[in-house]
C-alpha cells in the first residue's frame, strides 16, 4: 500500500477452502448487475481479481476487448493466470497491483469492476476514487460486497450466532467492514460519483439444496480453524482453538440438516463516471 495508507489485512487469506469459493464465482452468480453494462470490445479492470475465475468469465463478455486483472497477491496471481491459460482467455492479463494507486493512467478502461474487495479496506472511498480516475468518463464502476449483519439462516444456531459475531470482531481488529454491502452506495457517493449516474441494488447467494449445504458448510468449517482468519482470531486474542473447533462442529452440524438454509445478502453499485 502507499505511504498514506497503512497496510491492509485480508481476513480470509488464501487457503484452499477460501479459493474454492472464489473459482465457484460466476458473471452469472456474482455480476449479474454489471452484465447489462458489457459490450464486446469494450476495456474492463478487474480491482482484486483472486485466482481470476471470475475476470476470464467477464472477459468472455467483452471480448474481443482488453482485460487486466489485478491483485496485490502475488501468489494468486500466477494461480489467475494458470486460470487464463487453461480457459485459452489470451486477452486477459494479470498483475500485481495496490487498489490505491493502481498502475494505469485515467481513463484507462470502459469498466472497472470489483467484487468482495471494498469490506476488506480500511479507506474504501479512497479505492473508490481510484477507481473512478481510471474509468474513461461515460464508463461505469462496479462494486458488489456481502452484509455479513444480512446473513441469515435456518435451523437457528447459537454457534453460527458466535462465529458472525467473531467475525465482526477479527474484521474489526484488522481495521475493516463486515457490513459493507449496506454501505457500498454511501461510499461510491463519499467519493465523488453522481447521485444521479448511480444505481444500488442488492443480489443474494442462497445455499439451500444438500450439495450446496455441504459445500458452504465445510468451506467455513475449514476457515473457522486453518484459514488466516481463524489465525488472525488467536492472534487477537478473541478466540482459541478450542473455541474455533467448536465452531467448525457448529458449521458441519449446520450444513447436516435437512432443511438448512442460508443466504448472503449482497450490496451492488453500478455507478457512471
Do not use: K
Not at 3 to 8: K, M, Q, R, V
Not at 145 to 150: C, F
Not at 221 to 233: L, P, T, Y
Not at 251 to 259: P, T
Amino acid at each position: 500500500m502507499t505511504d498514506t495508507h497503512p497496510a491492509e489485512v485480508y481476513t480470509h487469506g488464501h487457503h484452499d477452502s477460501v479459493l474454492r469459493s472464489h473459482r465457484w464465482r460466476t458473471a452469472e452468480n456474482s455480476a449479474a448487475h454489471l452484465l447489462p453494462a458489457l459490450l464486446p470490445g469494450q476495456s474492463l479492470l478487474d480491482v482484486g481479481c483472486g485466482p481470476g475465475n471470475l475476470t476470464v468469465d467477464l472477459a468472455a463478455r467483452v471480448a474481443p476487448g482488453r482485460v487486466v486483472g489485478v491483485d496485490r497477491s502475488e501468489a494468486v496471481i500466477g494461480l489467475a493466470r494458470a486460470e487464463a491459460e487453461r480457459a485459452g482467455a489470451a486477452d486477459v492479463t494479470f498483475s500485481t497491483a495496490d487498489a490505491y494507486a493502481l498502475p494505469f493512467e485515467d481513463g484507462s478502461f470502459d469498466v472497472v469492476h470489483a467484487h468482495q474487495l471494498l469490506q476488506h479496506l480500511g479507506d474504501p472511498v479512497a479505492a473508490l476514487r481510484e477507481m473512478r480516475r481510471v474509468a474513461r468518463p461515460g464508463g461505469v464502476v462496479a462494486v458488489r460486497d456481502a452484509d455479513y449483519s444480512g446473513m441469515t439462516w435456518y435451523p437457528a444456531s447459537p454457534v453460527l450466532d458466535e462465529w458472525s459475531a467473531l467475525y465482526h470482531e477479527v474484521t474489526q481488529a484488522n481495521g475493516a467492514e463486515a457490513d459493507a454491502g449496506r454501505r457500498l452506495q454511501s461510499w461510491v457517493l463519499d467519493a465523488g460519483f453522481d447521485p444521479d449516474r448511480v444505481v444500488a441494488t442488492a443480489g443474494v447467494w442462497c445455499y439451500a439444496s444438500a450439495d450446496d449445504r455441504t459445500w458452504w458448510a465445510d468451506l467455513w468449517a475449514e476457515r473457522c480453524v486453518a484459514s488466516d482468519f481463524a489465525r488472525q482470531a488467536v492472534e487477537h486474542g478473541l478466540a482459541d482453538e478450542v473455541g474455533l473447533e467448536q465452531l467448525a462442529a457448529g458449521w458441519r452440524e449446520w450444513g447436516e440438516a435437512r432443511d438448512g438454509w442460508f443466504a448472503v445478502l449482497h450490496g451492488e453499485v453500478l455507478a457512471r463516471v
